[in-house]
């Protein structure tokens, strides 16, 4: 089975470089090997999102900002097939503009969709994250960055492990 880390992203603004929050589940050999939450300093004070993930500026205005919180996050990342995440687009967009603002070349590794891999290996809908989690069976505190990438290496373990007889669902490298 391969390696790859499950991450998740919670923003304080509209803009994609307004990561606050990033949580890592590095997955080795279908088991989880590490997990990682880090909070984040966006560039803006203004927190449009609060009320979604309960961070706010204050709780933020002393962490370091996102190239500063880089050698920690990229350590996670090293070495992996694949990223996972819910939704990837999301979290490949806020990954890569904030890698763009704090003139980082963003890592290699594709993106591999959770709610794409629900639809594939059982049919789930809607995928909404708590509506994967519900139907697997996963405990989840939605939009708790570290429970929401947990949630993420779980849904994409069973998943390989629900394709092992088959072929591999498709957006999944083997």
Known sequence: MTTFVALDFETADRYRDSA?????????????VHKAHYL????????????IHGI???QVANQPNFAERWPEIAAVLAGVDFFAAHNAAFDRSVLHACCRASDITPPLPEFVCTVKLARQAWN??????PNVCDYLGIPLNHHDALSDAEACAKIAILSLRHSVNASAPAGVPR
């Open 56 to 58: 706010s500026w204050q």
């Open 124 to 129: 789930i809908r809607p995928t909404k994250l």
């Open 20 to 32: 606050c929050s990033i949580g890592l589940v590095r997955v080795e050999r279908g088991e989880v």
């Open 40 to 51: 984040i300093r966006p560039p803006r004070r203004q927190f449009e999102f609060t009320h």
